[in-house]
């Protein structure tokens, strides 16, 4: 376990270690710690999302992707970047929502389990609606978008 740690550490920072050192010093300055934290439990849930989808024979798509590869689902990030309230928050979630299910629909039956027990949720639900909020409020930064959309193009 440790042997492929250390193999995808190196792979990721191989000749990115200054970009990656900065990028890093700009995440723990612009994010807050519960920010990072909700980011790897997100990406983690989303890279097994992509896992079942590839051992079941389907794309290779999860929500994450999807919303980076969509011209509407980006603009109404871009929106949400500017007023994060939480009246904005949840219209972003709805029209983002309407999108995914008009094009991909099935992307929405995604397991929550998994974030749900990271994140404490015991006595109130962790629904689609909370996870798609989650979602948002990590990609809401343009830097982080543009670092993603750098990575999967």
Same mark, same amino acid.
């Given at each position: 376990?440790?042997?492929?740690?250390?193999?995808?550490?190196?792979?990721?920072?191989? /000749?990115?270690?200054?970009?990656? *050192?900065? %990028?890093?010093?700009?995440?723990?300055?612009?994010?807050?710690?519960? @920010?990072?934290?909700?980011?790897?439990?997100?990406?983690? /849930?989303?890279?097994?999302?992509? %896992?079942? $989808?590839?051992? &079941?024979?389907?794309? +290779?798509? /999860?929500?994450?992707?999807?919303?980076?590869?969509?011209?509407?689902?980006?603009?109404?990030?871009?929106?949400?970047?500017? @007023? *994060?309230?939480?009246? $904005?928050?949840? &219209?972003?979630?709805?029209?983002?929502?309407?999108?995914?299910?008009? &094009?991909?629909?099935? #992307? #929405?039956?995604? @397991?929550?389990?998994? +974030?749900?027990?990271?994140?404490?949720?015991?006595?109130?639900?962790?629904?689609? @609606?909370?996870?798609?909020?989650?979602?948002? &409020?990590?990609?809401? +930064?343009?830097?982080?978008? $543009?670092? #993603? *959309?750098?990575?999967?193009?």
């Amino acid at each position: 376990m440790s042997a492929y740690g250390e193999q995808a550490i190196k792979e990721l920072l191989a /000749n990115t270690a200054q970009a990656d *050192m900065e %990028h890093l010093n700009w995440l723990l300055s612009e994010y807050q710690y519960e @920010d990072l934290w909700l980011a790897q439990i997100v990406s983690i /849930n989303e890279r097994a999302s992509l %896992h079942f $989808r590839a051992s &079941q024979g389907l794309e +290779p798509i /999860n929500i994450l992707l999807f919303i980076l590869r969509d011209e509407e689902a980006k603009n109404i990030i871009s929106e949400l970047a500017q @007023d *994060m309230s939480l009246e $904005r928050l949840e &219209q972003a979630v709805n029209r983002v929502k309407r999108v995914i299910q008009q &094009q991909k629909g099935e #992307l #929405l039956e995604v @397991d929550l389990r998994l +974030p749900a027990l990271f994140l404490g949720f015991k006595d109130e639900p962790y629904d689609l @609606d909370a996870y798609l909020a989650d979602i948002l &409020q990590i990609l809401r +930064p343009t830097e982080v978008r $543009r670092l #993603l *959309m750098s990575r999967i193009s």
